[in-house]
């Protein structure tokens, strides 16, 4: 099982959106996939109540349960650990549970503060992390400005990106990720983008029919 924690001490930065989508993308490419869900607000819970599908199987739970969760989850190809913002016990402990740490960073909140602190948190815990560019302007400078600005700081940044588009929030509210709700929109191209990158980070979950070309 591989384990990718979703951090920022941001509220909607956007971890909720991307910790569906990954999980409903694994789901998409023939894998199992399940979410942990460490915030109160329990967004993504509140997301799988919605859905006709009971996959991916979402669990909330407080952090000092998180193992007890992941390993009633398991086993299963890949588990997203949502978090909570402005709790460093639980991204430390979902930090510390994960292959992975992907903090996702709106360009228009760039706050790199907070950034380096979720960084922090996962060097604490000496897991590797990359910041996603979420919410990007179709146009305009910000996201590069942003990515510059973060790699000056040695801070890793993922590839992909995802532009700020109306299909992330509807198909949310419809119980679907927008990869299912319009499997050939950009927004889904950038979802199959994004675990395309994720799965070469971690060396497994890759699309059976996609993998050979970025082999
Ligand atoms: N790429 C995007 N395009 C459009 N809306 C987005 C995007 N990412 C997130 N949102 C919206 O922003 C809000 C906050 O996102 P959410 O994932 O709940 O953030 P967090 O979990 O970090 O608080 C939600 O309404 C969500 O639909
Ligand atoms: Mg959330």
Redesign the pocket.
């Known amino acids: 099982m591989r384990t990718i924690a979703i951090a920022?001490r941001?509220?909607?930065?956007?971890?909720?959106?991307?910790a569906v989508h990954l999980a409903a993308a694994a789901e998409q490419a023939g894998f199992s996939a399940a979410i942990v869900d460490l915030d109160p607000q329990a967004?993504s819970a509140t997301w799988a109540d919605l859905r006709a599908s009971p996959r991916p199987e979402v669990r909330c739970c407080p952090p000092n349960r998180l193992s007890i969760a992941l390993a009633e989850v398991g086993p299963c190809d890949l588990a997203v650990i949502?978090t909570a913002?402005h709790a460093e016990g639980g991204a430390l402990a979902a930090a510390r549970a994960a292959d992975l740490v992907v903090i996702?960073c709106r360009p228009a909140l760039f706050d790199f503060r907070s950034i380096s602190a979720t960084v922090d948190i996962a060097g604490l815990a000496g897991t590797p992390a990359a910041v996603l560019l979420?919410?990007v302007p179709p146009r305009g400078p910000a996201a590069d400005e942003a990515e510059d600005a973060l790699a000056a700081m040695g801070i890793d940044v993922l590839d992909t990106r995802?532009?700020?588009?109306?299909a992330?929030?509807h198909s949310?509210t419809a119980g679907l990720a927008a990869c299912e709700y319009e499997p050939r929109s950009k927004a889904a191209a950038e979802i199959f983008a994004l675990r395309e990158e994720i799965a070469r980070r971690l060396q497994t979950l890759q699309n059976p029919e996609t993998s050979c070309r970025n082999a």
């Open positions: 920022s941001k509220g909607g930065a956007g971890k909720t959106t991307v967004s949502d913002p996702p979420n919410a995802l532009v700020q588009r109306q992330f929030v949310l």
